[in-house]
């Protein structure tokens, strides 16, 4: 089954104009609200009861909330976390997730809502590390720190690290800035509730929120903590190739008359090859995760080692988080 046939919504969504900069392009989607979902700041993290445990409320009193997948908080002093995938809370309720991920390997303490804390998503290659149903669901709080130093050492700054940190990289000076810069090229559009992000033209990731209100809360973690990095990282350890989807160098001497035909040739190819990519990912597995209320959260697999979370509202799609 392709991703197209399973997700129903796809067909009522339409193409934004399409943003690039560096080696990254995204193509927002707009769309609508989606179904009976909390809005993004009706999530507040807790607390992190014992290390691999993450505890979240839902202040709403209507409806569910929703936590991104591989939502990551990091505070001072204590040990950071991130989640194995996405998760629900119910309405005016609190639940906690003892399958957590600690993304520091020898830092102590326990993170709190009392302290200030920093929120993101994994790195696109960690979250890959989490498709696994068995290893996902393991209560082992150190299950990632391995993919944390071999992700690290990709780095030119970090090629001998021998701790599991990822803070040591989003606190890094000169990477902090580029992440920065990354979201400040990508800032949303009017009615943008996803994107398809890709790199030189190659589809790396899929991200669809339940109403443009979401993507605005957590399109910054996304593009700076998901895929800045990972472009990044990917640029510094030489596994980046060109595409000839890349847009084309303008120069100085670039006359005026072809720039913007030249730009709206790139994203008018952008647009017609959309479909064709994603109707190319094919779902190899989908392995139902969890299921509370009218909210089912599934675990979907794609050819070619991707995949993500899928969730469902009445069995109506609300949140695809895909990395590919």
Known sequence: MSLLERLNFINNLQL??????????????IGTLRNNIAPPEALQFSRTTTYGSMEFKNTSREDPVIIPSHMMVRGKSAQD???????????????????????????????????????????????KALLD???????????????????????????????GHIRDFFEQPDYKKSL???????????????????????PVGL??????????????????????????????????????????????????????AIISDFV????????????????????QMDSIGNLKTQLLRTDGGGGGDLITQDDEPVYLSIVL
């Open 268 to 287: 008018n190819n952008i647009k017609l090859s959309m479909v064709p990519m994603l109707e190319s990912i094919n779902i190899s597995s989908e392995t």
């Open 207 to 260: 991200e669809i929120m339940p109403s443009a209100q979401h993507w605005e809360a957590y399109w910054k973690w996304l593009i700076r903590g998901c895929y800045g990095s990972q472009l990044i990282n990917m640029k510094e350890s030489g596994e980046l190739s060109r595409s000839t989807m890349i847009l084309p160098n303008l120069t100085n001497e670039t006359p005026d008359g072809e720039v913007e």
């Open 16 to 29: 934004g104009d399409v943003q690039s900069s560096d080696e990254m392009t995204v193509v927002p989607l």
């Open 180 to 202: 920065e810069q990354f979201a400040a090229e990508f800032e949303p559009v009017d009615g943008q509730i996803g994107a398809l992000i890709l790199f030189n033209g190659v």
């Open 81 to 127: 976390h991130a989640m194995s995938g996405s998760g629900v809370v119910l309405a005016a309720s609190d639940r906690l997730f003892e399958n957590a991920c600690c993304v520091e390997e020898t830092q102590g303490g326990y993170l709190s809502s009392t302290q200030t804390v920093q929120t993101d998503v994994l790195p696109a290659a960690l979250r």
């Open 133 to 163: 149903p068995t290893k996902r669901n393991k209560r082992e709080f150190g299950k990632l720190w391995g993919g944390i130093k071999t992700w690290l050492r990709k780095f030119q700054k970090f090629p001998t690290v021998s701790r």
